[in-house]
């Protein structure tokens, strides 16, 4: 539990040391609740290394809950790994499965400036409930220059103010 509150500290502050002890954390048996390997991954997100992306890799190939692992790539992301990304979004329909997804994206994506977020973004919006993440989802692929016609178009009846209000502001 000691463990958990003091990696909970570097989600959102970078670890001082050396990412190793984070890894073996990470690497760990994901036990009852999974906090301590979720939390490790949190605070890896701030490194990059080829051995955590391969670890990334490694476990976003075989697990069932690829939120816990995605955070590897937001320092660790290469061309190409959009293909990764669109397949397990395709995977998934559980809502809380979708809305863990849909952050993570988002984190990767804004670190990670490229047209290649279209596909990913484009399944993970379409199965979609939550509001605020649908404005990130668009934000970017906007960002990016590759906002679908389609999208544009459901964008002026969104039931989200905010999204509406984009879409003014983007076809002006």
Known sequence: MKKAIYLSVFTNTKFPYDYQ???????G???RDGRLVWFACQ?????EADEIRQFAMSKLSKTNI??????LLVTNYKKGDHKLLAKIAEKYKNEDVIHDLTSEYIDIYEANK????K??????????TCGLHREDIVRILHENGVLSKKILREMEFD??????????????
């Open 21 to 27: 002890p984070l890894l073996q954390i990470a690497k």
């Open 119 to 128: 596909r990913p973004l484009e399944i993970i919006y379409s199965k979609l």
């Open 66 to 71: 690829p939120s816990v692992y995605l955070p």
């Open 29 to 31: 048996k994901r036990g």
């Open 114 to 117: 490229t047209k290649q977020c």
């Open 159 to 172: 039931s989200d103010e905010a999204i509406r209000g984009l879409y003014k502001k983007i076809c002006k």
């Open 43 to 47: 605070a890896l997100n701030f490194f």
